[in-house]
């Protein structure tokens, strides 16, 4: 079955959709309806999609759902399902793979990392729908994938020469007539730009997945609908009321974070400058006095709670925005190198589950956090969040309860975001 753009602009059509070609973004999704505050706009499956190795041995490899009973394939002894019918589901793809993975643990004594099998099941598919195997729909077909732009060009060489090692390690694993060195290196570098991270229903990572028709969907730091996940389906729901003929936006990073913050982490994993209503603003009053909020310091007068501001007349100065009191920015930021350092090293004690000296470090932290950052800021709510969970985890639940009465609400900004590996 051959598949065409026409095609996915018929099958985009049925769901109230439309592709748009723009000069600055390229692709873009076009609502041809009204859609609701908290409506679904589009579902999506994976084109392929795998695990993380957190997750490898705690969730079914096709369906992604916690099991405590899972069983394992007795072949590669590497993938893990929650019974039969999933294992049956999922055999059409793993026969394949299975080979392939048992071949190397024998050969090498290794395994494929998660990125390296997300490529194996990605290409591993295509041949099988070539073959008529599986049926091509679509909306799930290779065609999408290769469609998504690779960026080939904005990647440094180190990292090129990566993803073309990484290839070849591929292609030794799986060697396929279909494929070559160059497209599956292009392929890589899709992954880099267009994967998107599988969460749980509490915004946890599980797994990666290829979603080419949802990847077409643009970014944006006010974005007007947000990409969930159930199972490993994508679920698009509006965020607000979208009239017809907008575009839909999601945003691919982190947004309660300030203008520079965001910018930059768009253009080191997208290739893009984002220019949204919000970055527009950036140099404007409510700008500055947004991006102080969430990432700025506070005054160090303990009768204020204005919010530091770049000083217009002293470059090397802050100046508080409420009393007008003036802090050397060099020595606030000193301090604050001092406080992330204890930081990383709770949160090292945190990843080696030592729960209760974690705990104390991170109380430190906080401590000086509350006197360098504003009360709103994001850095202090990442760490209450953090001492949040370390307080369930120890069974504290009081404690988690005052935790909770701690985190500020933020208006205009919505903390939900699409995650993109």
């Not at 020469?161 to 890589?188: C, R």
């Not at 970055?279 to 009053?285: A, H, S």
């Amino acid at each position: 079955m051959a598949v065409d753009g026409g095609d996915l602009q018929s099958a985009l059509a049925d769901k109230d959709l439309a592709i748009s070609m723009s000069p600055e973004k390229g692709r873009c999704l076009i609502a041809k309806r009204s859609f609701t505050r908290g409506e679904i706009i589009l579902l999506q499956d994976p084109y392929a999609s795998v695990l993380d190795s957190a997750s490898v041995n705690k969730r079914c490899d096709t369906c992604f759902q916690l099991c405590t009973n899972l069983k394992r394939c007795s072949m590669c002894k590497t993938t893990w399902y929650c019974g039969g019918t999933c294992q049956r589901n999922g055999w059409r793809l793993h026969q394949h793979e299975c080979k392939a993975i048992t071949s190397l643990k024998e050969e090498k004594q290794q395994t494929p990392t998660p990125s390296l099998q997300l490529m194996l099941r990605l290409l591993i598919k295509r041949k099988l729908q070539n073959d008529g195997v599986i049926s091509k729909t679509t909306m799930d077909n290779y065609n999408l994938v290769e469609a998504l732009p690779s960026h080939m060009s904005d990647f440094n060489e180190k990292q090129l020469v990566l993803y073309a090692q990484m290839a070849n390690l591929v292609n030794i694993i799986k060697p396929s007539e279909e494929s070559n060195l160059k497209e599956i290196t292009q392929n890589f570098c899709r992954f880099a730009c267009n994967a998107h991270t599988i969460c749980d229903s509490e915004l946890r990572p599980m797994g990666t997945g290829i979603y080419p028709v949802i990847s077409i969907i643009n970014h944006s730091c006010l974005p007007n609908a947000v990409l969930l996940f159930e199972g490993k389906q994508a679920v698009v729901r509006a965020v607000e009321p979208i009239r017809e003929g907008s575009e839909l936006t999601v945003s691919y990073i982190e947004i309660a974070a300030s203008t520079p913050s965001r910018q930059k982490s768009l253009k080191e994993q997208y290739f893009f400058d984002c220019k949204c209503l919000r970055c527009l603003k950036v140099d404007t009053p409510d700008g500055l006095h947004e991006d102080a909020t969430l990432e700025g310091f506070r005054c160090s007068s303990d009768h204020c709670e204005g919010l530091l501001l770049h000083d217009l007349d002293d470059a090397n100065s802050l100046v508080c925005q409420l009393c007008g009191c003036r802090q050397n920015e060099e020595e606030t930021k000193k301090q604050a190198r001092k406080v992330d350092k204890l930081g990383t090293e709770a949160s090292k004690l945190l990843s080696s589950g030592n729960y209760s000296e974690a705990r104390s470090l991170y109380e430190q932290t906080h401590q000086l956090q509350t006197r360098l950052w504003h009360p709103y800021s994001v850095i202090l709510m990442r760490t209450r969040d953090t001492l949040l969970k370390i307080c369930m985890e120890l069974g504290d639940w009081k404690q988690a309860l005052k935790g909770v009465s701690f985190m500020p609400s933020y208006d205009g900004i919505a903390v939900l975001c699409l995650r993109k590996t």
